[in-house]
């Protein structure tokens, strides 16, 4: 070994892509590769969501309208007629809670469940979730179950 066979350990020297702006002799030199003028040869230039090179951008373009309340709680629904096919099914026995919906895919485990009143149900079940519509809670009392808010 000499000093003309010398070179740095496998692995130590990182070094990644090509490096401009050194110089006329490198061949990268000028303008470093970035191309003449322009917003994307200047220094700190960094592309903004949406931008459509000048032209008047989508999210501008479309007309806006409605409202939207920020307030506006969201459940989801579940029918009486899909909870007599869980029973029918033997997936339900006697009790229905948040849990199970989930465990069941009928529910993800943050939503907020409201049974609503489409169908009928025969089978008494103690049903605990979030919200009940009237018609669900009267068709729930009347086969014999328990509707419990939480």
């Known amino acids: 070994m000499d000093l003309g066979n010398l070179k740095p350990a496998k692995g130590s020297v990182h070094k990644s892509g090509k490096t401009v702006g050194r110089g006329q002799g490198s061949g990268k030199g000028g303008t470093a590769t970035k191309g003449h003028k322009g917003a994307k040869a200047r220094s700190g230039y960094a592309k903004k969501l949406g931008f459509e090179g000048g032209q008047m951008p989508l999210q501008r373009r479309v007309p806006k309208f409605g409202f939207t309340n920020i307030n506006r709680v969201e459940y989801r629904g579940i029918n009486l007629d899909t909870l007599q096919q869980l029973v029918d099914s033997g ?26 009143g489409r169908g009928e149900l025969k089978a008494p079940l103690k049903i605990s979730v979030h919200k009940f519509t009237a018609s669900a809670k009267a068709a729930i009392e009347a086969a014999g179950g328990e509707a419990i808010s939480l």
Do not use: P, Q
């Open 91 to 116: 997936s339900v026995k006697k009790e229905v809670t948040v849990e199970n919906l989930v465990e069941l895919r009928l529910a993800h485990k943050n939503d907020l469940v409201k049974i609503l």
